[in-house]
């Protein structure tokens, strides 16, 4: 075969991979034997008649790709929002062990923060050092077991038990860096440089993008999963706020570990039961987290004409508990029209 | 059916059905086809075709046919009209006779085109 006819034809073949999965199956083979004949038709005029040939190809491939990708997303969509769920394969962990690990992050966490505080018990100004460093680190061990854990996960590409895992390292990782970054404001000083504090914002935003966007192509139902993980962390950080000054509330802390129980058999009942049952967990979640968050601020007498953080505060848990399950739906007709799955 | 609903057709979709009423044909002759009807005018890229063709075939317009293939033996497939395209195109053609009518009139009144 001439040399440029045969890489005319291999790159013809990959801008035929780029069209919509249904198109592709249906037409790809074709379209490439039909420009085969027309180069082949051309070859006796020389190396340029094949190259023009290949040019007004390619010069009507964006629009026609394009065209293809609206039919196919008008197709999808025009079934209406209820396909979005009902035609996803359905998913649980059938594995009990797994189920079980998959639902142990709000339990490690609760108890970490609920022991933490009991060993505190009192404001940081009074109480002995090695019972505030004790404190501290009963609750900084299930948060790296957590961090570790979602760094596994992740590392084994995300495993069925693994996705709340996941979640919760990033969510954690999150919350970590605004910590740190407050303490550093309060002295008005950056965490690192200004320059890189917003390159640190990026790479952040960018890793819970890309650990949604992964997981909403497997189906809504695991992405749901690793917004469990997210809503987890960010839920029962709030605890910590009770233990700062000037609440030193250590008594509301220990609710975490309670809390912490509930949401791990709402996440094991998330993973083991159907459609239903999952979007009970997720009202459940979003109901726990809604009372956590009204006890705390009912605790915290705020200046008069001061803001209450509460709306804001519950408005990002909602957004995190949620961005799971519709970045699946939305991705699910995208998935189905690139892959056809 | 009224065939008034689905015009005017794109000049693209015009030439693709008129270029199967003779018989049914496979792509890349429908391509050369419609080049040669529009005197070069209109020239089909691969996508543009197929996109079109996949419009016609689920719309009913025109179907698949059994090709007996090429001298290398590869199986093409073939596309013709059915009876819906032929109605299509013919009050595609009703349409655009009224059209040059009605201009041919004008001008014989005095117009200048």
């Known amino acids: ?341 | 059916m009224d065939y008034n609903d689905n015009l005017p057709l794109s000049e693209a979709v015009f030439f693709i059905l008129l270029s199967l009423l003779p018989g049914a044909k496979h792509g890349y002759a429908v391509m050369k086809d419609v080049e040669a009807l529009s005197d070069s005018r209109v020239s089909l890229s691969t996508g543009t075709l197929y996109g079109a063709l996949k419009r016609l075939l689920e719309a009913g317009w025109v179907r698949r046919v059994d090709d007996e293939g090429d001298e290398t033996g590869r199986e093409r497939k073939a596309y013709a009209l059915t009876q819906l395209g032929k109605g299509i195109l013919e009050a595609e053609t009703a349409r655009m006779q009224i059209l040059v009518a009605i201009t041919q009139e004008r001008s014989s009144e005095g117009g200048v085109i």
Not at chain 1, 75 to 87: A, D, N, Q, V
Not at chain 1, 108 to 127: D, K, N, T
Not at chain 1, 201 to 210: R, Y
Not at chain 1, 317 to 333: I, K
């Open chain 1, 1 to 341: 075969m001439n040399l440029d006819l045969g890489r005319l034809l291999r790159t013809y073949t990959l801008l035929t991979i780029l069209y919509p999965y249904g198109f592709r199956q249906e037409f790809s083979r074709e379209m490439q034997a039909v420009f085969q004949e027309k180069l082949v038709a051309k070859k006796a005029a020389g190396k340029w008649a094949l190259w023009r040939v290949f040019w007004e190809e390619l010069r009507d491939w964006p629009g026609a790709v394009l065209t293809e990708y609206c039919f196919a997303f008008r197709e999808t969509f025009g079934r209406g929002l209820m396909s979005l769920i009902t035609e996803d394969k359905s998913w649980k962990i059938e594995n009990r062990r797994d189920a079980i690990l998959a639902s142990l992050p709000p339990v490690l966490f609760g108890i970490g923060i609920a022991l933490g505080a009991l060993v505190i018990w009192e404001p940081w100004y009074v109480v002995p050092q090695w019972r505030l460093w004790t404190g501290v680190a009963i609750i900084l061990v299930p948060a790296a077991v957590i961090a570790l854990g979602g760094t596994l996960a992740i590392i084994k590409r995300l495993p069925a038990w693994g996705y709340t895992w996941a979640g919760g390292a990033v969510m954690g990782l999150v919350a970590l860096v605004k910590l740190l970054a407050e303490d550093r404001a309060d002295f008005g000083l950056p965490l690192l440089s200004p320059l890189l504090d917003v390159a640190l914002l990026v790479i952040l935003l960018l890793g819970i993008s890309a650990l949604v966007i992964v997981t909403a192509w497997r189906g809504w139902r695991q992405a749901g999963l690793t917004s469990l993980g997210f809503a987890t962390i960010a839920g029962m950080s709030i605890f910590s706020l009770a233990t700062a000054a000037p609440l030193n509330r250590y008594d509301l802390a220990t609710l975490a570990a309670p809390v912490g129980v509930v949401m791990a058999l709402l996440t094991y009942f998330y993973v083991r039961k159907g459609d239903v049952g999952r979007v009970i967990a997720i009202l459940g979640f979003g109901v726990m987290n809604a009372v956590v968050f009204l006890v705390i601020f009912s605790a915290w007498d705020l200046p008069p004409g001061r803001p209450s953080p509460l709306i804001p505060l519950l408005v990002a848990l909602t957004g995190a508990l949620l961005v799971g399950p519709l970045a699946g739906l939305v991705g699910r007709p995208v998935r189905k029209v690139i892959q056809g799955s």
